[in-house]
């Protein structure tokens, strides 16, 4: 699968085969995640690997009851909780370097887009998920002060296919030298 195959192919996928994520498939992935860039080669990512059914169970509890992947969180054999050291992306000699202070999400995106599109080049599903109690989820997880809760991912095999949702059209959100005078 070529690169802009497996941007345009991945779908949020919430509904899982119960078959298990071998440890070989798992690392692929997780390596996917160690090779992604970020602010000065802070790699400010930390991955919690959750496999445990009372703990999925528990983090599933975390989302919102209109979740639309909440029922995913207990089917999927794995979790994939993102979580970020605070203080390290974005700053320098302990200060932020730019006004957008820490850039731990721009940096844990990133990573989690890796883990995504090598999760769908291997023929599994994901869905980001970030609407859910991180605080709670961090209680779960015994997440250190100095780190947070990001992101979480269900991973295993898609039981269904995703739809592709319709995409806006390149003039909607690219313009040449500045931006077009609105009316």
Same mark, same amino acid.
């Given at each position: 699968?070529?690169?802009?195959?497996?941007?345009?192919?991945?779908?949020?996928?919430?509904?899982?085969?119960?078959?298990?994520?071998?440890?070989?498939?798992?690392?692929?992935?997780?390596?996917?995640?160690?090779? @992604?860039?970020?602010?000065?080669? %802070?790699?400010?990512?930390?991955?919690?690997?959750?496999?445990?059914?009372?703990?999925?169970?528990? !983090?599933? #509890? %975390?989302?919102?009851?209109?979740? *639309?992947?909440?029922? @995913?969180?207990?089917?999927? *054999?794995?979790?994939?909780?993102?979580?970020?050291?605070? =203080?390290? @992306?974005?700053?320098?000699?302990?200060? #932020?370097?730019?006004?957008?202070?820490?850039?731990?999400?721009?940096?844990?995106?990133?990573?989690? /887009?890796?883990?995504?599109?090598?999760?769908?080049?291997? =023929?599994?599903?994901?869905?980001?998920?970030?609407?859910?109690?991180?605080?709670?989820?961090?209680?779960?997880?015994?997440? *250190? /002060?100095?780190?947070?809760?990001?992101?979480? %991912?269900? !991973?295993?095999?898609?039981?269904?296919?995703?739809?592709?949702?319709?995409?806006?059209?390149? @003039?909607?959100?690219?313009?040449?030298?500045?931006?077009?005078?609105?009316?």
């Amino acid at each position: 699968m070529d690169l802009m195959e497996a941007i345009k192919g991945r779908r949020s996928i919430r509904k899982y085969k119960p078959d298990p994520v071998s440890e070989e498939v798992l690392r692929t992935i997780l390596e996917a995640v160690r090779w @992604s860039p970020s602010w000065a080669n %802070t790699q400010c990512w930390e991955v919690v690997v959750v496999k445990d059914q009372n703990v999925k169970s528990e !983090l599933a #509890a %975390t989302l919102v009851k209109t979740n *639309p992947a909440l029922s @995913s969180m207990a089917e999927a *054999p794995l979790i994939i909780v993102l979580c970020g050291k605070k =203080g390290v @992306s974005g700053f320098k000699k302990g200060e #932020a370097a730019t006004v957008k202070g820490d850039w731990l999400m721009f940096d844990t995106g990133i990573a989690m /887009q890796s883990l995504c599109l090598a999760a769908h080049e291997l =023929g599994l599903g994901t869905v980001i998920v970030g609407l859910f109690d991180h605080k709670k989820a961090e209680e779960i997880l015994g997440v *250190p /002060q100095d780190r947070e809760v990001v992101a979480i %991912t269900p !991973l295993g095999y898609p039981a269904a296919e995703g739809v592709a949702p319709k995409r806006k059209e390149m @003039s909607d959100f690219v313009f040449d030298e500045k931006y077009p005078v609105r009316k």
